[in-house]
């Protein structure tokens, strides 16, 4: 079964310099989740989107900013990276809006491990 | 303070016992999951579990959900090594004012030794 597909896999970054994340949902999946992992921490989210428009925010800093195509796949754009911002970044993609209890099912993607010096 | 208490962080048994996890919260979920995680990787997703009181077997593997969608355990039977690994639940929807981002607990690092 498909599965949902980030890009790049691996990001070495300098301080001060921009990144962007890509995330591509599972097929027919139409909310997309940002999700932040720290070394030994848990993922804490970042932001969502529901059918292009976002839906939740967390604790995403406003360096950051992200979007919803109309392809659905979504972009995490990074910057003035800091090196706190060194983590593994997952995207997430669900069936349909997140308030329907039965499709708040995550499936997390693979992660992008950025790396900032 | 963390939302979703789990416990324990750390289990290290010896092949062929079964052990329990706790994931614990002062919060109603409308839906709880559980996934395990292997470093640098993506969270698998094991099962969600949404009904008050439900329970759920994957195979060696029992998920069950309180009654009062605050809390969930999921118990492993006669572990094996290649059970090892980190297990983390996740709460959904409706608190705080959130509706669909997942909080996570902290995780319960297992090791199963042959």
């Known amino acids: 079964a498909a599965g949902v597909i980030q890009s790049p896999r691996h990001l070495i970054k300098e301080k001060r310099e921009t990144a962007t994340l890509k995330c591509y949902p599972i097929?027919?999946?139409?909310?997309v989740y940002w999700y932040q992992q720290g070394p030994g921490q848990d993922p804490q989210f970042l932001i969502s989107?529901?059918?292009?428009?976002?839906?939740d925010k967390g604790s995403i800093p406003d360096r950051f900013s992200a979007q919803q195509f109309s392809d659905y796949h979504s972009e995490l754009n990074m910057s003035s990276l800091e090196l706190g911002d060194s983590a593994l970044y997952f995207c997430?993609?669900?069936?349909?809006?997140?308030?329907?209890?039965?499709?708040?099912?995550?499936?997390f993607g693979p992660g992008t491990r950025l790396l900032v010096l | 303070t963390q939302l979703l208490e789990q416990s324990p962080q750390f289990l290290s048994i010896q092949e062929g016992e079964n052990l329990t996890v706790y994931c614990n919260s002062s919060?109603?979920?409308?839906?709880l999951q559980w996934y395990r995680q292997e470093p640098g990787e993506g969270p698998v997703l094991l099962v969600t579990?949404?009904?008050?009181?439900e329970v759920k077997k994957l195979k060696r593997l029992t998920f069950q959900f309180g009654d009062a969608r605050k809390d969930s355990s999921l118990h492993i039977t006669a572990a094996q090594p290649g059970d090892t690994g980190l297990y983390l639940c996740?709460?959904?929807?409706?608190?705080?004012?959130?509706?669909?981002?997942?909080?996570f607990g902290k995780g319960t690092k297992l090791s199963v030794k042959p």
């Open positions: 996740a709460g959904g929807g409706g608190y705080g004012g959130s509706q669909g981002n997942l909080i």
């Open positions: 989107f529901y059918e292009k428009m976002q839906s």
């Open positions: 997430a993609s669900s069936l349909g809006p997140p308030i329907e209890r039965e499709k708040e099912t995550q499936y």
């Open positions: 097929p027919r999946h139409d909310t």
């Open positions: 579990v949404v009904t008050g009181g």
């Open positions: 919060s109603v979920f409308s839906s």
